[in-house]
């Protein structure tokens, strides 16, 4: 049984990078569906779609590389993990890597990137970062 799925999540993705795979296969879950779509939004990845089989859900995941054949991806890293929270006010989430990474935030007002959590004013649990 997994206990973390956007860690798993992460790794997976992770791991299909390094294997330069074009799809990779993701569980389900309101938070990764986020995250992921966080993630296609800025440009890490190139699409997902939600599969639906029977009462499974999983998510497929075209992984997108430069024209060198190199993932976009240099680093993801799960920051908040089950044994150690992670929060963060809305002044320490202003930027990641001089603007090039970006934090992904759970706020109360859903999961957000660090650029939109900002400019709405409110922090949160720092799920991930990735650049």
């Known amino acids: 049984m997994i206990n973390d799925l956007i860690a798993d999540s992460l790794t997976r993705i992770r791991n299909a990078a390094m294997r330069r795979l074009d799809v990779t296969t993701l569980l389900h879950s309101k938070a990764v569906e986020a995250v992921v779509a966080i993630l296609a939004e800025k440009g890490y990845l190139d699409s997902f779609n939600v599969v639906e089989d029977g009462n499974k859900k999983t998510i497929n995941v075209v992984l997108k590389y430069d024209e060198k054949g ?61 650049w």
Request: glycine share 14%.
């Open 70 to 130: 190199r993932t976009v991806i240099n680093e993801m890293k799960r920051v908040s993990k089950s044994g150690r929270r992670v929060y963060r006010g809305k002044d320490e989430i202003k930027r990641f890597k001089n603007g090039y990474g970006i934090i992904i935030v759970s706020t109360s007002k859903g999961v957000l990137p660090n650029d939109k959590a900002f400019e709405l004013g409110v922090g949160g649990e720092v799920l991930c970062t990735v």
